[in-house]
């Protein structure tokens, strides 16, 4: 299993994201909450640069009594990144549709050594 060196761990700021190429395949790197997690730059619905995609956290319906809706609102222990071809979300952290857990964008083990960022394909 190749081991890609992505670089200083500290040159990716923490909400941002790094797309590297390696031979043929795109990778996108992401730092969120001290953490990396890197998947594949193809989108398992039509092959779109998914991880170019807007960040944003989890849309939830806000209930009030008797279940109620009162509004949407955000669920800030969730990060989303959404593919920009048709809006499909993905879990950062799991690589999980979250439409349908059921689909999956290819994801990769990170490792952190010496301050160094690499990414296991
Ligand atoms: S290709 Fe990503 S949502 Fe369609």
Redesign the pocket.
Known sequence: MPEIHIGRAEEIGEGERRIVSHEDVEIGVFRWEGAYFAYRNQ??????P?CEGLLMHRVVEVLGEHNTYLRMGWDKSEMHFV??????EFDLRTGECAADRRWKIRGYRTELRDGELYVHA
């Open positions: 989108c398992p619905h039509q092959g779109g998914a593919c920009p071809w048709h809006g499909w």
